[in-house]
């Protein structure tokens, strides 16, 4: 039930954080917290790649608008890939698809 | 309705990730649901129950021990229910603060307020009933059950010569 | 001992299955424990409310409905404890019949009364409280809490700016 | 959470019942039922194929013992493959090793 965050700088400027678990009240804590720890590293051009997302909630959303939100004010920016349709659709309902930049892979949201 | 199953878990976050487990797999095993359906529900559980928690308010880590989160199923021809109760301090589900739009800056502003305007979309009904002595959110989807097995019997007769005697018969034993 | 989680099921098979899936999440997210152990307790668990099931009778499929088991789980620091319990008519577990052993051609009559010595073998504890009223099977397995993550904080404050202010704080928020 | 069985004829005199998935007591009269099939077809030698099963109880214990008992006075007999060590303890645990015999392949078993 542990949330899997690993980083990867291998993209520049972009830095990938790839998500693998379940998001939501109990894990989410330790994606905002990392998110908080690359914006302080200086790294404002942040990719998050939910593929190996199996489960995220209206929690995992909001760090996920936070972190956006933190990034825009050092004007960076932070990217989302996610092909998934049950993560999509959390995104849809919301409308937060508006909000985001979601991309169909790493790839792509390097592409830029 | 049939009362299929209660799940009781302490108000923390470590145990939601439970209710949600156990929700799919009861309501995959009992109604003829595709999957995304029961994503969707699975999803309006985490919520409801994250709402739950929270409800007893910041304090919990300190004091919680004794507060809890009731998960009950529920079923019958037409359609599945699964209410998520908490005693915590209730709420006025009508009275909620809204969002900018999506397409206002300001929107990055708000983390928060996601949780029922998605329970109210994933689920095909769902009704709040708060009060200050605490929360029920009670979320219905319909659809037809599974057409299960036939009930299969087993036989509690305890030591006996089975069902594999030497007459050969193809029909269950004396359950 | 601090009380975890419960669940109440149907009497009935098909929800054995859930409350192994329950018992096994429960045990590898709080113990620190090999996953052989985990099996093993699962198998336990399945063989007392298979004993919890049958003990209402043959006749369950007709009247079983209002009848259930009701699996407590508990923990401290140095042992978890799971206990199932069941209204059936309770039974006397210091007087069960023996095998023959494995050996004697005889043996292969036997196609029950496995479950018992199983659970004896399997945790390393079991207490069987039985009455006329109904059984409870409390069983024990000792081994360390899992080191859990500090327990995270949440914010229930609602909207507000969030965590991710101007300040590049790299703390938690104020929850 | 249902049980799958497949019967395979192609390792004559054998017939492989393969199963699948947790057999408990729900699951388990599915089984006994397939094996009261198979012996009522004639089929006397049966190699159980073990190695799909996630979990195994009592019951189901209980059903290969009825099944063992049942061949055995056709002539025939009920063999296991197994090799997941979390199985075969309930074996070992309940002393059915020395009731049944149990091979680490299907082919090890139909070559007796
Ligand atoms: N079970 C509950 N008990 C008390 N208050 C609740 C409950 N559920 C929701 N609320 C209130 O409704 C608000 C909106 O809930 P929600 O839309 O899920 O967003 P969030 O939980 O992210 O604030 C919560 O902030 C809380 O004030
Ligand atoms: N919870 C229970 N309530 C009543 N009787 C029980 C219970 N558990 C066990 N028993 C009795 O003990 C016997 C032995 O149980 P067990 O070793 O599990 O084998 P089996 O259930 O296959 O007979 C059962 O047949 C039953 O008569």
């Known amino acids: ?112 | 309705m049939e009362m299929i199953l209660e799940l009781e878990i302490p108000a923390s976050p470590e145990y939601i990730a439970i209710a949600r487990l156990v929700v799919s797999s009861i309501v995959s095993s009992r109604r003829n649901l595709p999957d995304d359906r029961i994503d969707d529900l699975k999803l309006a559980v985490s919520e409801a129950c994250t709402n739950a928690i929270e409800a007893y308010g910041p304090n919990l880590a300190e004091d919680g021990a004794g507060e809890r989160v009731r998960i009950l199923v529920q079923d019958d021809d037409e359609k599945l229910e699964v209410d998520v109760a908490d005693s915590g301090p209730g709420f006025d589900p009508d009275d909620l603060p809204t969002h900018p739009p999506v397409t206002d800056p300001e929107r990055l502003n708000f983390e928060r307020g996601l949780g029922i305007p998605l329970i109210r979309t994933l689920v095909d009904d769902v009704q709040f009933v708060s009060s200050p002595g605490g929360t029920s959110v009670r979320m219905t989807v319909y659809g037809e059950p599974l057409e299960l097995h036939p009930p299969e019997e087993f036989e509690p007769e305890g030591f006996g010569p089975g069902d594999f005697g030497p007459e050969g018969t193809d029909v269950e034993g004396s359950g």
Chains 1, 4 share one sequence.
């Open chain 1, 1 to 112: 039930m542990d949330l899997g965050l690993a980083v990867d700088d291998s993209h520049p400027p972009y830095t990938v954080l790839a998500v693998k678990g379940e998001v939501d009240v109990y894990t989410a804590p330790r994606l905002r917290e990392k998110l908080v720890e690359l914006v302080s590293q200086g790294k404002h051009q942040i990719i998050v790649d939910l593929e190996g997302v199996d489960f995220l909630d209206s929690t995992g959303l909001g760090v996920l608008v936070g972190g956006l939100k933190r990034l825009r004010s050092h004007d960076g920016d932070l990217g989302l890939v996610c092909t998934q349709q049950r993560i999509l659709k959390v995104f849809e309902i919301t409308g937060l698809t508006k909000v985001f930049a979601i991309h169909d892979s790493v790839e792509a949201a390097a592409a830029r």
